[in-house]
């Protein structure tokens, strides 16, 4: 009976008591600040950190046991941890609990030494140690949190798992000298100052589908909808743009989404409906729709530029580019589709507007019974949106046809061919925790 004794020993102590939180959306920001940090140093040697998905579900597996503690033998690999007393909830507070980690991790750089042992930099030097270039991380939230010889209460804990395992106390962690200059001996290219694997993408094209992972393309079939993974990513990079000015972040609108999938089109740029900013942008198949938007940053102010696939203000009262949209003051929702073209190359468009606007502008009001909105009844009649779109058309034709409306023209155009869309839904959030403690 020894032998069931240990075993019910064992699995007591493999106990799940988190919950693990989908990070997926934070994927890039996780990346981006690894390898700006390894830019830093000025390493000849120091590899580009992409993502593993592999990784990143053991993070998860060790998160859930919400013990603020490295594992030692049963994962061979290098970690880092970092947790806050209260839980995340929702997308900005998730997005702030991350950086807020990633940050305190970094800032070790303080106390860092160049020397065989990380000392009291462990968190940081795991970041930037050189020969490590896989990285997957997890959060979740723990009722109760395993911190050395305390139990915290409420928590939420980071952890991110580095493969190859590396010794950080009897290793250098990189070799000073120019960048890239250790690259191409090891049959590695050089990208923007990093060693970077020729075979490995910078981050691999996954679905998220509950807590499993898979390939978001079977048998080489090519579909139009964004992945999962390429939503987030859109959202994210829209966010850290709205961001670097202080503005606040947009959310990702299902109604806007199903506004975009039916606009979305490869040979002539429709806008949204009224109310609406729209941007449009032609890449080619197999591009990071995520690095391209950020690209928007490049156009500034300049809103007189030639923009082949370039965009569309609220009724078309004034002059942009992609980047003055995104930047709107009074943005809350966004949403994007793509489509591929057939020429080797993919058409996407995003939507932007104020959902409380679009509230009023239709007359809809929430369902408190069905948490979906509805159209309010006006006149004994309940219009649609393509009722309302229509009407208004038919209002501006025959003003057109009298003589009273010489500045649109009669035939519909680009902006006057608006679809049907559904309702919205509404989203909240709530701040963060203020404890916070990373593990050195």
């Not at 209260?86 to 991350?98: E, K, L, T």
């Not at 743009?241 to 989404?257: C, G, K, N, Q, S």
């Not at 468009?349 to 104020?354: A, E, K, S, T």
Request: net charge positive.
């Amino acid at each position: 009976m020894a032998w069931l004794t240990a075993l019910l020993v064992l699995a007591v102590s493999l106990v799940v008591h988190g919950n693990l939180v989908d990070i997926s959306p934070e994927t890039y920001r996780i990346l981006s600040a690894h390898n700006t940090a390894r830019r830093a140093v000025g390493a000849a040697n120091m590899l580009e950190m992409t993502w593993d998905a592999g990784l990143a579900r053991q993070a998860g597996q060790w998160s859930e046991r919400c013990r603020y503690i490295r594992p030692r033998d049963e994962y061979d690999v290098g970690s880092n941890l970092y947790y806050e007393l209260d839980f995340v909830y929702g997308f900005d507070s998730i997005q702030a609990f991350v950086t807020r980690a990633l940050t305190a991790w970094a800032d070790h750089q303080n106390t860092f030494r160049y020397a065989r042992n990380c000392g009291r930099a462990c968190s940081y030097v795991q970041m930037i140690f050189s020969e490590t270039d896989l990285v997957g991380c997890a959060l979740s939230t723990c009722n109760n949190l395993e911190a050395r010889a305390m139990t915290d209460k409420s928590a939420s804990l980071f952890v991110c798992f580095y493969s190859p395992k590396t010794r950080l106390t009897d290793s250098l962690p990189f070799v000073y000298g120019e960048a890239c200059s250790q690259c191409a001996r090891r049959g590695y290219r050089c990208d923007d100052g990093l060693c970077s694997h020729p075979d490995r993408a910078f981050i691999p094209t996954w679905v998220i589908d509950g807590n499993e992972l898979r390939p978001s393309n079977t048998a080489g079939r090519i579909e139009d909808a964004l992945t999962i993974n390429e939503r987030n990513s859109m959202t994210t990079a829209h966010n850290s743009m709205r961001r670097d000015v202080r503005r606040r972040p947009i959310e990702w609108d299902d109604d806007l989404e199903r506004w975009a999938k039916y606009i979305v089109n490869c040979t002539t740029d429709y806008p949204g409906p009224e109310g609406t900013y729209t941007n449009f942008l032609r890449v080619q198949s197999g591009d990071d729709l995520y690095r391209n938007v950020l690209g928007w940053t490049d156009e500034g102010d300049q809103t007189n530029l030639k923009l082949i696939h370039g965009c569309r203000t609220m009724r078309d009262v004034g002059r942009c580019n992609h980047y003055t949209n995104v930047l709107q003051l009074a943005l809350t929702s966004m949403a994007c589709a793509a489509k591929y073209c057939g020429d080797g190359t993919r058409q996407l468009v995003c939507l932007y507007d104020n959902s409380t606007d679009r509230y009023a502008r239709y007359r809809l009001r929430p369902d408190p019974r069905r948490n979906t909105p509805r159209v309010s009844n006006v006149r004994g009649t309940t219009p649609s949106y393509e009722a309302e779109e229509r009407r208004r058309i038919l209002v501006e034709r025959q003003r057109a046809s009298r003589g009273r409306l010489t500045t649109r023209p009669t035939r519909p155009t680009a902006r006057d061919d608006r679809r049907e869309g559904p309702g919205v839904a509404q989203k909240t959030r709530q701040r963060p925790g203020v404890y916070t403690k990373a593990q050195n």
